[in-house]
């Protein structure tokens, strides 16, 4: 096929992990293939009264740390002239985060193919989005009430899980028992004193021996990685010291990614990151779902073909 042009909003490419970063592995997928490849920020969003623009620079990247990209052309772009752009930015999605995505639709008629859609991102918080499907979950409870949240981690003897709603990378997550003193403190922290509501999950024994990150592109599962939490830790996040291993996917697995299809799909999300431990589905990550490399350094393959076909295949209907 012709090349395309493909945008990829993300964080500052100067601070990218070469050998870890999943953006970064499709930015190279992409230029394998001949496509042009643009890289932008957030900051650097615009509009001025047609459609948005955004200060791009045309990238050439490689796996060398430290001089992993050149920046072969830069100027400002309308959003629209672009085939595709993957809305890659890091979690948190705060409102600049929000506002991007709402900037980002208004290219005059003519939007690229988005992966993912920005209205599916603002709808599919990762850490909420799950509550669509309590049958597949811990048992789980939302609250800023701290009454409410003692109440959960009394009823729950084996332990409670207790993550903030906007987290990312394994940052907040702490296990909580009953009877532990330091449980009144630490859900004033983390409801900022009852302004902010946390989830409260029961703990699941099987996460000593890792989650799993599944990959879905479309709703179909192309790879997974699972990830082991240190001695010292309850975290299997990589970003928290887990160690990814390999794996492959247990039935129970493969009808939970059934079950998630149609609603991924109903909603333009299209690159999804899930998350399971044991037999329970724990997250939805639909930003900027991490993995990719670390599945194909662990299986010899590529994950992000399926992913840059699919922008193809979506791009010459465009």
């Known amino acids: 096929m012709a090349p395309l042009t493909l945008g990829f909003l993300m964080d500052p490419l100067e601070h990218v992990r070469v050998d870890h970063d999943s953006t970064f592995a499709l930015m190279l997928e992409a230029q394998r293939r001949g496509h042009t490849v643009r890289y932008l920020e957030q900051s650097w969003l615009s509009y001025?009264?047609?459609?948005?623009?955004?200060?791009?620079?045309?990238?050439?990247?490689?796996?060398?740390p430290g001089r992993h990209f050149d920046v072969l052309e830069e100027s400002v772009r309308p959003i629209s002239s672009l085939d595709a752009l993957f809305l890659r930015k890091d979690p948190p999605v705060d409102v600049e985060f929000l506002h991007a995505t709402q900037l980002v639709e208004l290219c005059a008629g003519r939007p690229p193919v988005f992966i993912n859609s920005p209205q599916g991102i603002r709808d599919a918080n990762e850490k909420l989005f799950t509550l669509n499907f309590p049958d597949l979950m811990p048992e789980t409870c939302v609250a800023r009430d701290k009454s409410v949240l003692q109440d959960?981690?009394?009823?729950?003897?084996?332990?409670t899980i207790l993550k903030p709603i906007d987290g990312f990378g394994g940052k907040g997550i702490v296990f909580v028992s009953p009877g532990d003193r330091n449980t009144r403190s630490l859900l004033e922290i983390m409801t900022s004193h009852g302004r902010e509501s946390v989830i409260a999950q029961a703990y699941v024994p099987q996460s000593r021996q890792g989650d799993k990150r599944i990959i879905l592109v479309d709703g179909e599962p192309v790879g997974a990685v699972l990830r082991v939490p240190s001695e010292d830790d309850h975290r299997g996040n990589m970003a928290a010291g887990g160690t990814p291993v390999k794996t492959t996917l247990t039935e129970r697995e493969k009808q939970i990614c059934a079950r998630l299809k149609p609603k991924l799909q109903e909603r333009g999300l299209l690159l999804v990151g899930i998350d399971t431990l044991g037999d329970?589905?724990?997250?939805?990550?639909?930003?900027s779902p991490?993995?990719?490399?670390?599945?194909?350094?662990?299986?010899?393959?590529?994950?992000?073909?399926?992913?840059?076909?699919?922008?193809?295949r979506l791009a010459a209907k465009r």
């Not at 459609?51 to 990247?61: D, G, N």
């Not at 991490?290 to 193809?312: F, K, Q, R, S, Y």
Request: proline share 4%; net charge negative; glycine share 8%.
């Open 48 to 64: 001025t009264g047609t459609c948005a623009e955004a200060r791009m620079r045309t990238v050439k990247v490689r796996r060398e």
């Open 152 to 159: 959960f981690i009394r009823q729950h003897p084996g332990g």
């Open 290 to 312: 991490t993995g990719l490399a670390e599945i194909d350094a662990l299986n010899g393959c590529c994950v992000e073909m399926p992913i840059i076909d699919l922008a193809e």
């Open 280 to 287: 329970f589905l724990t997250e939805v990550n639909v930003t």
